[in-house]
C-alpha cells in the first residue's frame, strides 16, 4: 500500500479542474484553515506558474479528462499529488449545493485528513495513455460502424424488406442488394461509409498486432488461453498496468467489479449482485472471453470445468452466475500468468490430482 507524508505543518491544496479555470482552495496544513482562494486557467503554462515557485505542497484533484498531465506537471514540480477516485468520494458529487469552490475545498480537507478516505488513483505514463488511445480509437470505429448498420436495418425493414444476416466486416458489400429502390439515395452513400469504416477497423486492428510484437510482448502470456484476443488482452494490461500493484491476484476481480457488492448491518448480511466497480469495458470483454469459454466452441480446461460446476446448481441464473463467476476467475488467472510469465496450462488442476 502506497504510504503518504505527514501534512501537519505543510499546506493542502484543493484544486477542481475545469476545462478552461480550474479552482483552488489552499489550507494550513496544522489548523486546517482556508488562507487563500482563487481560480487559474487550466493550461501547462498558467498551472506552472501558479504552483512551479511554491514550497511543495499536498495538492489533492480528481479524476477526470484533465487530470493526467496535470498530475504529471505538478508532480515534476516536486509537490505530492493525489488523483480522487469520484466513485470513492460521494460527499462531492452529492453535495446539494455543489460549487467548483466547495469541491475544492472539500478535497483540501479529505487529502489533509486521511489521504486514503479519496482511493488515490494511478495514471499511466504518457507511452501507455498514447497506447490506450489507439484501443479506444478502434472501439470508436466499431461503435460508429454499429449504429450506421442499425440504422440502415432499421430503415429497411421500415420498408417491409430485409437485410439478410451478415458479418459486419461484409454488411457494406452484402447489403446493397436489398435496399429497396426508393432508399436507395438515403442509404447507399451510409453502405459507402461503413465499408470505409470496416477498412479503417481492420487498419486499426493491424495496428494492434504490431504494437503487441514490437512495445507490449507480454500480451502474448494472456492470449495464451482459449478465447482471450487481442482487444481483451491489451485492455488488461492498459487498465491493470503493472501486476505488482496488485499483493494477491484473487483481489483483481474485487479491482475489476466482479466481485458481490457488500452491504452489512447488524445481524443482516444480504446476497447482492456484482459491484461494477473499476473499468466497464473491460469487465465487459472479460465477460465475453468467459461465455465463449463457456459456449460451444470453448475447449476443455479448468475455467470450463469450474463454470459448468456452477451452472449445474440451477437453470438461467445458475447459468449467468457460471459467466460472471468464470470471468472473476479469468482475470485472476491473467495477472498470475502476467505476473509470473507462466506457461498456461488447460487442465492444470486435473494434472495435480493425477497419481
Known amino acids: 500500500m502506497k504510504k503518504f507524508n505527514a501534512v501537519t505543518a505543510r499546506k493542502v491544496v484543493g484544486l477542481d479542474l475545469g476545462d478552461r479555470y480550474s479552482h483552488l482552495v489552499v489550507l494550513e496544513g496544522k489548523s486546517g484553515e482556508v488562507i487563500e482562494t482563487g481560480r487559474v486557467r487550466t493550461t501547462p503554462a498558467a498551472l506552472g506558474d501558479c504552483f512551479g515557485s511554491r ?27 493525489l488523483v480522487a477516485n469520484p ?8 453535495n446539494h ?8 475545498e472539500y478535497l483540501a480537507r479529505l487529502g489533509r485528513l486521511d489521504p486514503r478516505l479519496l482511493s488515490p488513483v494511478e495514471h499511466r505514463d504518457v507511452d501507455a495513455q498514447a497506447d490506450l488511445a489507439r484501443l479506444r480509437s478502434r472501439h470508436t470505429l466499431v461503435r460508429a460502424r454499429t449504429q450506421l448498420i442499425n440504422h440502415v436495418r432499421g430503415a429497411v425493414k421500415s420498408a417491409g424488406a430485409r437485410i439478410p444476416t451478415c458479418n459486419a466486416n461484409v454488411f457494406g458489400s452484402r447489403a446493397e442488394a436489398s435496399i429497396p429502390e426508393a432508399f436507395g439515395p438515403a442509404l447507399l452513400p451510409i453502405l459507402a461509409v461503413i465499408t470505409r469504416l470496416t477498412d479503417d477497423i481492420r487498419g486499426a486492428e493491424k495496428d494492434l498486432e504490431e504494437l503487441i510484437r514490437t512495445k507490449r510482448p507480454e500480451a502474448q502470456l494472456l492470449l495464451q488461453v482459449d478465447g482471450v484476443g487481442i ?26 467489479g466482479l466481485v458481490p457488492a457488500r ?28 461465455q465463449h469459454i463457456l459456449g460451444p466452441f470453448g475447449r ?9 460446476r456452477i451452472a449445474s446448481r440451477g437453470g438461467k441464473i445458475g447459468k449467468k452466475r457460471a459467466v460472471v463467476a468464470v470471468a472473476r476467475k479469468l482475470s485472476v488467472l491473467l495477472h498470475r500468468l502476467w505476473l509470473h510469465g507462466e506457461v498456461y496450462q488447460p487442465l492444470y488442476s486435473e494434472k495435480q490430482v493425477t497419481p
Open 263 to 290: 452491504h452489512a448491518s447488524g445481524a443482516s448480511d444480504p446476497q447482492r449482485r456484482i459491484s461494477k466497480e473499476g473499468d466497464e469495458k473491460l469487465r465487459q470483454l472479460l465477460v465475453g472471453c468467459a
Open 55 to 81: 514550497k511543495i505542497l499536498r495538492i489533492v484533484i480528481e479524476v477526470g479528462t484533465h487530470s493526467p498531465w496535470v498530475e504529471r506537471l505538478l508532480s515534476a514540480a516536486g509537490h505530492e499529488v
Open 231 to 256: 482487444i481483451t488482452a491489451l485492455t488488461y494490461l492498459f487498465v491493470v498496468q503493472r501486476p505488482q500493484r496488485f499483493a494477491n491476484s484473487r483481489t483483481v476481480g474485487a479491482y475489476l
Open 87 to 94: 466513485r470513492k468520494v460521494r460527499l462531492i458529487s452529492h
Open 300 to 308: 476443455d480446461s479448468d475455467l470450463r470445468r469450474f463454470g459448468e
Open 97 to 104: 449545493r455543489k460549487s467548483d469552490s466547495t469541491d475544492a
